[in-house]
């Protein structure tokens, strides 16, 4: 029985090994199938997640609108797509010029990325402009700036596309968040306000365009980080504060977020939440338990003022 055992256990990790491998084809090729010859709008596609979900949808064969505010950097971009593509099978990429902080041409740019094809049959609204500090040390001019890039100009480019969605009755809309859009931290008081108002918008519009067959998803992760490895963990006393921050500084690698979006796109999913168990523990106290959530963000802001009064 032992010899048995012994033989049959290689059988049945091949076995296992066997049927993850045709579960990761099939869901590579029922990807592709997902996007194949869409039209898929990128905001900000010369981001690190923009690049990625370039790269992934390209891969898919989506008709790509590539968007940012940089042409050189969108022209390297196109470059290095082509480059590695099988024309047989993918599309020429188009470049669109795109500042979204930029409102008062959102809508006259948003009008271009609709010509190029006539219609959008996915719009990725990948955009984030980032501010750290005290609230009362950050401008109102600054405050409105974060807004413009991270709510208005999202919303303006959505409410430029929507209509042509609505009309054919079919089209998604993802909208790459952030968590802290489900719940603030200090010294990021505009960013987190704009992210809370993108999510807001972006909730209130899945219920609206429900009937005509418009899918809205959310991706939020805690943070986009640049690099595969981790950062750093420092010199770290022992305080949940601190503890907290350090779990939530492992952030997600773009290529992750891309194949997350892309996945998101397949299934039609209409919320994600990409974290760690720590940022999501936080969340669930947040909601549950939120007197003693502020009481230990209370704690980890007078912890930071008193190293920087004793610096």
């Known amino acids: 029985m032992g010899i048995m055992a012994v033989l049959m256990l290689p059988l049945l990790l091949l076995g296992i090994s066997g049927l993850l491998f045709i579960y990761q084809e099939v869901s590579r090729l029922w ?8 039209v898929v709008v990128i905001t900000d596609a ?20 590539l968007c940012g505010k940089n042409w050189e950097k969108l022209e390297s971009l196109y470059d290095a797509l082509i480059s590695v593509a099988d024309p047989s099978k993918t599309f020429t990429p188009k470049l669109v010029l795109l500042d979204l902080s930029d409102i008062s ?24 402009v980032k501010v750290k500090g005290p609230a009362h040390a950050i401008s109102l001019e600054l405050d409105k700036k974060i807004m413009d890039a991270n709510y208005f ?16 009755r079919t089209g998604q809309i993802v909208l790459v968040n952030n968590i ?31 009937e005509y067959d418009v899918i809205i998803s959310t991706v939020s992760p805690t943070f986009i980080r640049s690099f595969h490895v981790y950062p750093e963990q420092g010199n770290w006393d022992a305080s949940i504060w ?18 997350e979006v892309m996945r998101t796109v397949q299934r039609k999913k209409q919320e994600v939440l990409m974290a760690n168990p720590i940022p999501k523990a936080a969340l669930f106290i947040r909601t549950f338990f939120p007197e003693f959530f502020f009481a230990v963000v209370a704690c980890g802001v007078k912890e930071k003022l008193d190293v920087l009064g004793e610096g």
């Open 105 to 128: 041409c959102v809508q006259d740019v948003a009008k271009e990325v609709l010509d190029c094809y006539g219609c959008v049959d996915i719009l990725i609204n990948n955009s984030s």
């Open 242 to 259: 601190k503890f907290f921050f350090r779990k939530l500084a492992y952030g997600v690698h773009p290529g992750e977020a891309a194949e």
């Open 180 to 210: 802290q859009g489900k719940f603030g931290l200090p010294f990021r008081t505009a960013y987190a306000a704009s992210k809370h108002a993108a999510l807001g918008f972006f909730d209130c519009l899945r219920a609206e365009v429900e």
């Open 153 to 168: 100009g999202p919303i303006t480019l959505t409410k430029v596309l929507l209509p042509n969605m609505i009309s054919r």
């Open 31 to 38: 990807s592709k199938s997902a996007v194949q010859n869409k």
């Open 46 to 65: 010369i981001s690190g997640l923009g690049k990625e979900c370039a790269r992934v949808f390209h891969t898919g064969g989506a008709r790509l609108v």
